[in-house]
């Protein structure tokens, strides 16, 4: 059974940084292409990042510069640096693959604001 912890979210002044860390259990890790998602209160999920099993990745417009992806296949963990955040990050991050293949955790809330 996939359990899939989200951490490392909190309150960050704009211009700061933080690191999310997205811990999976249960699950063939290494084999999945995986995205950071975030959420806004009544809005979709969407992809915000994503790292195939190459390493290779993809950034949405709007972080690229400021965000980087990492994925570690023997501790089976996936990352997000975040960095120069701005208020209009705010919001629950998620991970998963990209084909939804894990429950959904219950993500790390990440509130940019002075």
């Known amino acids: 059974q996939v359990q899939v912890v989200e951490s490392g979210g909190g309150l960050v002044q704009p211009g700061g940084s933080a690191r999310l860390s997205c811990a999976v259990s249960?699950?063939?890790?290494?084999?999945?292409?995986l995205g950071w998602y975030r959420q806004l209160p009544g809005r979709q999920r969407v992809l915000v990042t994503s790292?195939?099993?190459?390493?290779?990745?993809w950034y949405t417009d709007s972080v690229k510069g400021r965000f980087t992806i990492s994925r570690d296949n023997d501790k089976r963990t996936l990352y997000l640096q975040m960095n120069a955040l701005k208020p209009e990050d705010t919001a629950v991050y998620y991970c998963?693959?990209?084909?939804?293949?894990?429950?959904w955790g219950q993500g790390t809330q990440v509130t940019v604001s002075s």
């Open positions: 249960g699950s063939f890790f290494r084999a999945d292409a």
């Open positions: 998963n693959t990209l084909t939804f293949a894990w429950p």
């Open positions: 790292i195939g099993t190459d390493s290779t990745t």
